[in-house]
């Protein structure tokens, strides 16, 4: 393991393209084709080809598949090509081609959410059927595009993010010849275990209905037409989700008829229809080499970067599989400068080095046959509180010792096991005054949450609190924090949200020499309780995701669950807080703290639960800490 200093990685950011790539220069240099490309079950897919003008040598083709539109129709390009950093691409020669995925905008036939990869695709040769799936038609596109798109070296590469980085993960499973290399970046990979709309089962209401009230409804034809958004009656999201009572109680909101919506509502449990949109689950002799891309600050899709990139070292063992993951939050890493996350700063440009250094080095290099890649590390994350870049030989780091520290009697959080008979702490869930995410009050979820101060939450009666003493020296976490706690509740269902803080120092302001001077409205750091990371626990799931289990009231249980990887140091003179609660509102919906179908049940299912964590000897509640030697 190697460790980078913020001076020597903001060196090599600062070096700068002398070529000035604006919107007069692309019309000049490339030009614009739109074409239906035929998939092998007959249906026309979409596409923009963006192709540079000069014929003196052959290009790669670097594509994007989404389901969110790859407008400008008609004669007008898209502005990413010269506003964001695909610019740099269309210095180097690329051809850019961006395909609206099938039953999308422009594109024709049926268009099913995370639809499953078919591993034997077959053809029904009486009834003239074909499987397809999102890797089928990927390899149908690439094969029309090296034998129709004039100048194209014949190499590939495939990049994308969010559902786009799904679609990525789907062209690395197609096993066309060309496709040399794929970025997933924030893939979606598991939406009932943690991605997007579920974590451990637990709903994301706010996250779900805000994007299924528009994006769900139906294409019957193709259209260059946004569907019609939902309108929001107030701006107060708490107040919004809270007054709609149960999750029934949403459908009527919907002017029209959602498929995934129902299929939500109907699959409550870890069955086979959430298994098969698993796409982790088939990365199995993955020929491109990979980059997995994410950010440890991303609301959407955390899980997802982390995940993909273990089960293709796991599943694909002799595939060039690398993961970069920073601090950012969803798609952070393809815009701006990613110098800060709200009040958190991190000391450099880490979007700019990331971009110039890593991402752009690697197409380059297996589609240009360009340059090198043996800078790029198989893992570079970047670890907040240190703010450095770290480079790694495998991730999980073998140079981890995994650490329990136990929660003990008066808040406090120790690395020695309590040897008390008889201690716990206590407090009650109230459904219907759930413990919100953030003190603000606005209507669309923030992505500043992830990393805010957590001060709101600690003076609830409804979050316990625990904290070690003043840090001596340098701790740093590198990987998944299991949480093992043991719980008693008075009802037979709750949730159980575990969050990780790191508190600064009463004397603690940042130096603006080096980043944000002179900006205003300057929030006050000292003391600031930072969240680093935060999940929670459907606790009817805590023994299996398939077979959920009420608790039997007021009897002592085990609740065990991982939290997304931490790359976080705390710094000597701080402290480490763990918030334990049981709502997180409206980040994810509310338990009714029964053991009914939360998705069908009533408004009046919703009670009170008193929740008791046990720290004694017998009974010791305690997280896992990956600590970095």
Known sequence: MKTFLINLFFTIVTTTFSQTIDSAWVYNNYNKQEVQITMRDGKKLFTCVYAPKSNTEKHPILMVRTPYSCSPYGKNFSTRLYTSYWREYLKEGYIMVIQDVRGRYMSEGDFVDVRPFIENKKTNTSTGSIDIDEASDTYDAVDWLIKNVTNNNGNVGVFGISYP??????????????????????????????????????????????????????????????????????????????????????????????????????????????????????????????????????????????????????????????????????????????????????????????????????????????????????????????????????????????????????????????NSDNSFSKYTSNPNKPVPYTEDVHLNRTREYMSDDQRFAARRTDVLVFETEVLQNDMTLAGNVLADLKVSISTTDADFVVKIIDIFPNDFKYDTSYCCKGVKNEVEMAGYQMLVRGEIMRGRFRNSFENPQAFKPNTIETVKFELPDVAHTFKKGHKLMIQIQSSWFPIFDRNPQQFVDIYKCSDSDFIESDIKLFHQSNHSSTLLLPILK
């Open 165 to 418: 980085g799904f679609y990525s993960t789907m062209a690395a499973l197609s096993n066309h010849p060309a496709i040399k290399a794929v970025s997933p970046q924030a893939p979606v990979t598991d939406w009932f275990i943690g991605d997007d709309f579920h974590h451990n089962g637990a709903f994301a209401i706010m996250d779900g209905f805000n994007f299924y009230s528009s994006f769900g409804l139906p294409h019957p034809k193709p259209t260059s037409e946004d569907e019609k958004r939902f309108e929001f009656p107030e701006n107060d999201n708490y107040n919004f989700y809270l007054k709609q009572g149960a999750l029934r109680n949403f459908k009527k909101l919907f002017t029209d008829t959602i498929k995934f919506w129902n299929d939500l509502m109907n699959h409550p449990n870890y069955d086979n229809w959430w298994k098969a949109r698993d796409a982790r689950r088939a990365c199995k002799n993955i020929k491109p080499a990979m980059l997995v891309v994410g950010g440890t600050f991303d609301a959407e899709d955390c899980f997802g970067a982390w995940n993909l990139y273990k089960a293709i070292e796991k599943q694909s063992p002799a595939t060039t599989n690398k993961l970069v993951m920073g601090p950012w939050f969803h798609g952070g890493w393809s815009r701006g400068y990613g110098a800060n996350l709200g009040n958190i700063r991190f000391g450099s440009k880490t979007s700019e080095y990331y971009q110039q250094n890593i991402e752009i080095p690697y197409f380059n290099y297996y589609l240009k046959n360009k340059g090198d890649v043996k800078n790029i590390a198989e893992a570079t994350v970047f670890f907040t509180g240190e703010n450095n870049w770290k480079t790694f030989t495998e991730w999980p780091s073998k140079k981890i010792e995994l650490l329990p520290i136990y929660f003990n009697q008066n808040q406090k959080l120790s690395f020695q096991k309590p």
